[in-house]
Every structure is written in C-alpha cells, then in structure tokens.
C-alpha cells in the first residue's frame, strides 16, 4: 500500500491508500504517487484511519486468490481436533 497526499502535499497528511505492486510508485488504479509517501503492508488495507482507494480494492481482490479456508468458521463443535470438511 502506499498513501496519496491531500492537496497541501506531505504536510497534509494523508488522503487516501492505494495498493501498489511490490514496491512500485503506480497504483493498480492507475494513479501515479509520490515515491517517497508512506507504505504499508497489504494486510493493512482496510485498517487504516483513512479511506483505501475503492478502485485498487477491486482490482487486489480480482488478483489475488480466494482461499476458502481462510474464510471458514471453526469447526462446529469448537473442538480444535476435530476434521472440518474441505470440499
């Protein structure tokens, strides 16, 4: 992720976070920012005081992979051992 300024440049502050590939400068809506504007992780979009770039979010989420079992509940009777099926 890596921030774009409000209009008043760094000492504004933070506008909005947009997602970037690896360390680039190019948003993946298209948007070109400031090398030097601050960068977090991916896992922090969404977490932050600001807004995320409504567009970046679409495209991460059409290019990254949906791992459904990263989204499952536990296993129904809250016993960790217990097999929770998977297909």
């Not at 360390?23 to 948007?31: E, H, P, T």
């Not at 969404?46 to 979010?57: A, K, S």
Request: glycine content about 14%; charged content about 25%; aromatic content about 6%.
């Amino acid at each position: 992720m890596r921030a774009e300024y409000d209009a008043g440049g760094p000492p504004a502050g933070v506008r909005l976070w947009h997602m970037v590939r690896g360390d680039g400068d190019v948003a993946m809506c298209g948007r070109e920012l400031d090398a030097a504007a601050p960068a977090r992780e991916a896992v922090d979009w969404g977490r932050t005081p600001e807004l995320c770039c409504h567009t970046c979010g679409a495209y991460l989420l059409r290019e990254a992979p949906w791992l459904a079992d990263e989204h499952r509940p536990g296993p129904p009777d809250g016993e960790p051992g217990t097999a929770w099926p998977t297909g």
